[in-house]
């Protein structure tokens, strides 16, 4: 079912305008998630969001589904603001959200029950939604006993049921192994493409590019930090679609190209908002172990890449999801030792430099380029030296950090700076008493 001329005729089921989400920061400061997104949806098309973490996808669709308020915009479903869970748009989550004391059928029901319809049409409907996502059979079997695939399944169902007109899938497949996925991706767009889904669109959150391009009519590509839409990009491929079709390679490594490209007038929110990585100690730092900083130098700088690699070809090769890969380029890129740009990483001279290197000049190479390039880094090591105990609790840096993010990012930014900081050896952490020193470092 690809969007065709008849399709983008259609009056939009579902209109996004300028929609801005924001919350309230301990420090009284406002931290913009989502800024002027607009995105139209219409009968018969399935619509995916890409970007990366922190970029307001799954807020987006709690907006969408009522569960949420924007802070300025309008959501128009059908022609009128959605105030409230919406009738007529149902969700399937990553998690399964099913209850555990419920039976499959009992799960399905759920949602028809709130809306106060006759005992016997309920099983019927239930009955026919389990029966249609392949679940006949299961009724009385209670969620422990179902497969993570089989438990996706009565989510889908639950959602089903109800008949919606639009159904949001929040990264539906991303919990289940490799086979289990293709496996229920391949069913579901069998019964869209067959016209037996009692739904008219969809909108899909997906970190999964390969399976954007699958699946979606349209990808909508969003930016990060706050969330706006920065590109939008038509699949024209018929169904089924083949990921070994030069076609479909060539759609998939344009979508990487646009997720790489580098920021397009981003606006500063305010004194302390900090965008890009490496510009101050109020950088959010995302959590990549050394070991997965190493590992991707080495893979990129060896045969057949030789210190440049195409992001989907070695994502393949080193069986990595989509935002696993970025932040491990991100950091890499932060340090130095890499860039990533136009759908590629290049490792730079310092990054080939640590790949020849041996251990001991692997630490000392990562320390400079630690203390050169990541300020909260040179922060922590300057106040140990300052001080005559040569230590400093973390609280004295979780404080600071808190004047430019939450406490949940600076927990997070914390933990990674303590990673790499161990790596180098540029300073030590005792996690009992949370006090940082120069207890390890020569």
């Known amino acids: 079912m690809n969007a065709n001329a008849l399709t983008l005729n259609l009056a939009p089921l579902l209109a996004v305008q300028g929609v801005c989400k924001s919350f309230r920061k301990p420090d009284g400061d406002e931290l913009v998630v989502l800024e002027n997104v607009n995105l139209t949806l ?14 307001g996808k799954s807020t987006l669709l709690r907006l969408i589904a009522g569960l949420d308020a924007p802070t ?10 959605v105030a409230g869970p919406a009738r007529g ?13 419920l039976t499959v059928l009992e799960n399905v029901q759920l949602g028809l029950e709130a809306l106060r319809l006759p005992e016997a049409e309920i099983r019927k409907r239930s009955l026919q939604a389990i029966d249609l996502i392949g679940l006949d059979g299961f009724e009385s079997a209670y969620p422990r006993e179902l497969s993570g695939g089989m438990r996706q399944r009565v989510g889908f169902a639950r959602a089903l049921v109800v008949h919606p007109s639009i159904l949001l899938m929040d990264e539906p497949f991303s919990a289940l192994d490799i086979l289990t996925a293709e496996t229920l991706r391949s069913d579901f767009l069998d019964l869209w493409g067959e016209g037996q889904l009692p739904i008219r669109s969809v909108l899909l959150v997906t970190h999964n590019i390969e399976e954007a391009v699958q699946m979606c009519d349209r990808l909508l590509i969003f930016s990060t930090h706050p969330g706006r839409v920065v590109s939008e990009i038509p699949i024209d491929l018929s169904h089924p679609r083949s990921p070994p079709d030069p076609r479909f390679r060539a759609l998939v490594e344009r979508v990487y190209v646009e997720m790489t490209a580098k920021p397009r007038g981003e606006a500063r929110t305010g004194p302390k908002s900090e965008r890009f990585a490496g510009t101050g100690i109020g950088t959010t730092l995302i959590h990549v172990s050394s070991n997965l900083l190493q590992g991707l130098i080495e893979a990129v700088s060896e045969p057949p890449y030789n210190g440049k690699a195409d992001l989907p070809v070695i994502a393949e090769d080193l069986h990595m999801e989509l935002d696993d ?22 490792l730079t001279e310092a990054g080939l430099a640590f790949a020849r290197s041996e251990s001991d000049e692997r630490k000392h190479l990562f320390a400079r380029h630690l203390l050169t390039y990541v300020p909260l880094a040179a922060h922590i090591r300057r106040i140990l030296d300052e001080r005559s ?14 004047d430019y993010m939450a406490e ?23 996690d009992q008493r949370q006090v940082f020193s120069l207890e390890n470092p020569a």
């Open 72 to 81: 300025r915009g309008v959501v128009d479903y059908q022609g009128a603001p």
């Open 89 to 101: 748009i149902a969700m399937v989550f990553q998690s399964f959200a099913l209850f555990p004391w």
């Open 325 to 346: 890969l970025f932040r491990v380029g991100e950091a890499l890129q932060m340090l130095r030792f890499a860039e990533v740009e136009g759908g590629d990483i290049r």
């Open 389 to 402: 105990s040569h230590t400093a609790p973390k609280s004295r840096f979780f404080d600071e950090l808190e």
């Open 408 to 430: 949940e990012a600076a927990e997070q930014t914390l933990r990674t700076i303590i990673s790499w900081g161990r790596y180098a050896e540029t300073f030590a952490y005792d």
């Open 42 to 55: 219409r009968p018969g098309e399935i619509v995916g969001l890409l970007g990366r973490s922190g970029s």
